[in-house]
């Protein structure tokens, strides 16, 4: 299996379970080098992970503006990636509920929207949450939950099923 191939299956997996920095495995100074010169060869997984690193501060120190810049960089050389997208989504919705003020939640749900429509169930499964139980400025939607749980769930996700059912017992 190839490199490239073998990172993109680890990262499909991760997101499949919906925890990506839950679950990434640790990273040491080796590897991020090695993610860093792939990086710089434009290998988006090299850039994904590296992001991913400075976002866990695992094998340099954490670092939320680089975590966002490599992620970018992932993002722009494969713009449809639907992984890099809710990573990059994730980092924004994190920061809004922390706090932070610096990234906003408009960013966070307009990432989250293209990650859903091309596939990521995660994706979806936020959204639904988003709706179901309001966040900020978006007031509670149950409509609005039962579709994106639907799309979860179509796209074979067994949490966006489960809450589908939920979301429509609460209508």
């Known amino acids: 299996m190839s490199k490239n191939l073998l990172k993109l299956v680890v990262c499909i997996v991760l997101f ?3 925890e990506i920095f839950a679950k990434t495995p640790k990273f040491d100074g080796r590897k991020v080098d ?3 010169k792939d990086c710089a060869t434009k290998d988006a997984m090299g850039c994904f992970f590296v992001g991913v690193a400075y976002f866990l501060g695992d ?5 939320d503006i680089k975590a966002l810049e490599y992620l970018e960089m992932a993002q722009e050389l494969e ?4 992984t890099f997208l809710a990573t990059i989504g994730k980092l924004h919705y994190y920061d809004y509920k922390i706090g932070n003020g610096e990234w906003n939640l408009s960013k966070a749900l307009e990432l989250f929207n293209k990650s ?3 596939g990521e169930f995660d994706s979806c499964n936020i959204l639904g949450g988003i709706y179901e139980y309001g966040d900020g400025t978006i007031n509670i939607n149950y409509e609005m939950a ?3 749980y639907q799309k979860s769930c179509e796209l074979k996700s ?8 939920n979301v429509k017992n609460r209508e």
């Open 16 to 18: 499949m379970s919906g």
């Open 34 to 36: 090695s993610y860093q």
């Open 59 to 63: 094998g340099m120190p954490k670092d």
């Open 79 to 82: 713009p449809k990636n639907p």
């Open 116 to 118: 859903c429509r091309y």
């Open 146 to 148: 039962t579709l994106y």
């Open 158 to 165: 067994l949490d966006g099923c489960d809450k589908l059912r």
